[in-house]
């Protein structure tokens, strides 16, 4: 199962990555809007302890935008940042 993710989540980021989105820009909007709670690496952080580390781009935007468990939207994530974002998830190991 986690093989299969993994396989998913390369595959999204060339596709992330072709249309435009910017990991690196990407990464500031995760220190500011993801990483108190994700975590600096994506691996779990003080409220939510399960990893999001390398998940796939659609995941990614899906829970930003809709919320996810006890996360709820994002909604000042949006447009190129909201790709960018995604992106940087993705590219995390």
């Not at 072709?18 to 993801?34: E, I, L, N, P, S």
């Not at 990614?60 to 996360?71: D, F, L, Q, V």
């Amino acid at each position: 199962m986690k093989r299969i993710a993994i396989t998913l989540a390369l595959l999204a980021l060339p596709a992330a990555l072709a249309f435009g989105a910017d990991a690196a820009a990407g990464k500031a909007v995760y220190d500011t809007k993801c990483k108190a709670c994700h975590g600096v690496d994506g691996k779990g952080g003080a409220v939510d302890k399960s990893s999001i580390a390398g998940d796939a781009v659609a995941t990614t935007k899906a829970a930003i935008e809709k919320g996810k468990g006890k996360m709820k939207p994002v909604a000042s994530v949006k447009g190129d940042a909201l790709e960018n974002v995604a992106a940087y998830v993705a590219s995390l190991k």
